[in-house]
């Protein structure tokens, strides 16, 4: 074996590690942030296509569990963009099927409420509580301050408690 | 520091609604590929042309069939494939386009499969003696699968869908259509990157197919005792 057959059988045990420990948050990130399951099916699924494809570059990312989610949001812009050419275009009418891997814990409501809040409210929640990124790695993955990360994540917090209290829901 | 004892206080105010979103998200779990034990084929990227593969239904997933029919085989008639597909002439697809739409008002049929009117399909691969035609319009699409014997053309298979999205340009799906005898033929499709001219890949025996392509949207069927190479995709 030489020398870069060897490097690039390091590199893909390094990434299937990776892809193993990380898939279900990096998905849980990406289903919270698109609110959709299958767009977040084919986005998570296309973000670590390209994460394997640049992985020797990607391990010295601040975070790239933050890169691979933060890929699968844009991809799913970009390709809810296409979508909408394409329906105009080939008339195909989007309906998402029924989730099939959510079990019986999943509360629809307060997934439904973090919807709703503005994207990068919902980004740094995400990132903080489901990604479980630290605030220097949030910041420096979606190029923001340590200090927006906060008051992102402080206004996702209050908001949704308010409209989370507001559907009948007590926390306390 | 007062600002970030500010942060810490607000997040253990809200310690409450942070475990009930991660218990929520909990329940949440990726996908595992149906087809595969492995729910992520890895590949190694060869070139800048070569495609990232993902073994998946991610087409036929996201549709709800409807119906499928499977028609009367022409009795003692082997399946002829070739690995480049023929060009369909606008007049050709129209006549695909007429059988398969026939073949839903056929009287004779006793499966329940209420009759559609197709428009022009969006694509036909068309090799060997089969043809797959593609059809979507407004809340239907439909998989007509025809077999061509000189003039004669005699429908396979009709699947009818519904609903569904598209899957990322550059991500292969491969399906399968039934069609006779409990048979069923194998396909790629999907949507190829901007710019491409030509969509290639290998069959794990060797052989380097050519998909149908136009308007960005590739198709090809090929035997079901074949599989795709995952490494192989290239879009150029």
Sequence with gaps: MDINTQKLEESKILFEDFYRAQRDRIFRTVFATVGNFHDAEDATAEAFVRAHAQWDSLQTHPSPSGWVAITAKNIFIDSHRKARRFQKKMMVLIEPEAATNIDEGFDEALHATISQLPMRQREVLVFRIILELNSQETADTLGISVGAVG???????????????VQGKDLS | MTQHNNQNSNREAHDDLISAIQQSYSAVTYPQNPRSSKD??????????????RVSFALAASFVVIATVVFSALPGSE????ATPKTVSSEESERFREVCEAATHSENDEEALAPINLTPPTLVDYRGDMALSIFTQEGQNAICVTRVEGDKLSVESLTVMSGGQESMPGVVAESSVERVNGDSISYVSGFAPKGTTRVTFSLTDGTEVTASLKDGFYVAWYPSDKRIDPQSVSFQ
């Design chain 1, 151 to 165: 008051a992102h994540l402080n206004r996702a917090l209050t908001t949704l408690r308010k409209k989370y209290t």
């Design chain 2, 40 to 53: 992520f084929v890895v590949v190694k990227p060869i070139s800048k042309n070569r495609a990232g593969f």
């Design chain 2, 79 to 82: 399946t002829a494939w070739a």
